[in-house]
Antibody
């Protein structure tokens, strides 16, 4: 069973870049069976797609965030990463990494989530 | 892509059933059989409960069932138990090169 763990700073200053890493265990990030995904959830609100990446490196981003988002994969470390630039208070949220299974298109596995607060 | 519409809340007594609706369009829910449902307890990550409209992952009780009619999908929880009290989100595929869309979420309360 795939397990995911987010890591990164819990506090980011406005206008700076939010950087998070998701470490994958129990499976290979080189597997062609999954999309590696980032989703966020502001406090008291619903889930929002940020984007996803396939092993080949192809990406899909939320159009509302596309100009600020980069998702990448490091197969040597079995990790994938999120960078969100020019952050504002509106980017304060719990950030989840998750695995979208090809075929069924379901988010089968989730990390525990990490709270990122944007504040000076 | 607009969020799928769910009722903000639903409730039922232990042992009863509760059904949550998830309304989209012909471009998402109505166009594909890739609707999934997630359960989220406070402070926890979402957990997959239903995929491909009505399939249950291993380990999910058969009290949870899913269906779809037209542009509306539904999740039914039968024989409500205290641990079923949580937020529930639907999600749908919305075409290639599209991330898909989540529902607005429904808080289920066990009375």
């Amino acid at each position: 069973q795939v397990q995911l763990q987010e890591s990164g700073p819990g506090l980011v200053k406005p206008s700076q870049t939010l950087s998070l890493t998701c470490t994958v265990s129990g499976g290979s990030i080189s597997s062609g069976s999954y999309y590696w995904s980032w989703i966020r959830q502001p406090a008291g609100k619903g889930l929002e797609w940020i984007g996803r990446i396939y092993t080949s490196g192809s990406t899909n981003y939320n159009p509302s965030l596309k100009s600020r988002v980069t998702i990448s994969v490091d197969t040597s470390k079995n990790q994938f990463s999120l960078k969100l630039s020019s952050v504002t208070a509106a980017d304060t949220a719990v950030y989840y990494c998750a695995v979208l299974r090809l075929g069924e298109l379901s988010l089968d596995y989730w990390g525990q989530g990490t709270l990122v607060t944007v504040s000076s | 892509q607009s969020a799928l519409t769910q009722p903000p809340s639903a409730s039922g007594s232990p042992g009863q059933s509760v059904t949550i609706s998830c309304t989209g369009t012909s471009s998402d829910v109505g166009g594909y059989n890739y609707v999934s449902w997630y359960q989220q307890h406070p402070g926890k990550a979402p957990k997959l409960m239903i995929y491909e409209v009505s399939k249950r992952p291993s380990g999910v009780p058969d009290r949870f069932s899913g269906s779809k009619s037209g542009n509306t999908a539904s999740l039914t929880v039968s024989g409500l138990q205290a641990e079923d009290e949580a937020d529930y989100y639907c999600s749908s595929y919305a075409g290639s090169n599209n991330l898909g869309v989540f529902g607005t979420g429904t808080k289920v309360t066990v009375l």
